[in-house]
């Protein structure tokens, strides 16, 4: 079990098998020392969070979501790195959509339940450069998707 596999089981993280992707396209893309993780959604083994931010999902429970996305992220980390999260250098971006209602605007603090996570995971490795965006739609009316890109070795 690597380092950050044992931080994980620590806070009580058991890592899923990754999710498939549901289109025409792949869950990771090495190029070079950098992974770049297709966006992962809110979806656990329970269903995962539905609906809109604001309306049908509170703050709390959509940062939740966003946790379960990091957690996704990670899974899709360990894949990409042959099943050795220990290969990961630095999270270097995360990318955070929230489908938010029209008077929702905690965005950032819904992401914080992914970028969080990382910093847990990694310690500093895990500080990244962010982007924050409330989107009107998601795929599969999840309420949160969160991309990446990492360094590895």
Same mark, same amino acid.
Request: hydrophobic share 45%; glycine share 12%; with cysteine.
């Given at each position: 079990?690597?380092? =950050?596999?044992? #931080? ?7 890592? !899923? *098998?990754? %999710? !498939?992707?549901?289109? /025409?396209?792949?869950?990771? =893309? #090495?190029?070079? %020392?950098? $992974? @770049?993780?297709?966006? *992962? ?7 995962? =969070? ?12 959509? &940062? ?7 957690? %996704?992220?990670?899974? *899709? ?9 220990? #290969? =990961?250098?630095?999270?270097? &971006? ?15 603090? $819904?992401? %914080? ?5 990382? $910093? ?6 895990? &500080? @990244?450069? #962010?982007?924050? $965006?409330?989107?009107?739609?998601? !795929?599969? /009316? ?12």
């Amino acid at each position: 079990m690597s380092q =950050v596999e044992e #931080r994980l089981a620590a806070l009580g993280i058991t890592l !899923p *098998q990754p %999710n !498939p992707p549901v289109a /025409n396209y792949v869950p990771f =893309v #090495r190029a070079g %020392n950098l $992974v @770049h993780i297709s966006g *992962q959604v809110s979806l656990d083994a329970g269903g995962g =969070v539905r609906g809109i931010v604001g309306e049908d999902v509170d703050l709390e429970a959509a &940062k939740g979501a966003a946790r379960i996305c990091g957690i %996704n992220l990670l899974a *899709q980390m360990r894949a990409a790195c042959d099943g050795d999260l220990d #290969r =990961v250098v630095r999270v270097v &971006k995360l990318g955070g959509f929230v489908q938010s209602g029209p008077e929702f605007f905690d965005i950032p603090q $819904v992401i %914080n339940g992914a970028s969080d996570l990382m $910093v847990a995971a990694f310690g500093d490795a895990g &500080k @990244h450069a #962010r982007s924050a $965006v409330g989107v009107y739609r998601l !795929p599969l /009316n999840f309420a949160v998707e969160v991309d990446a890109v990492v360094e590895v070795r």
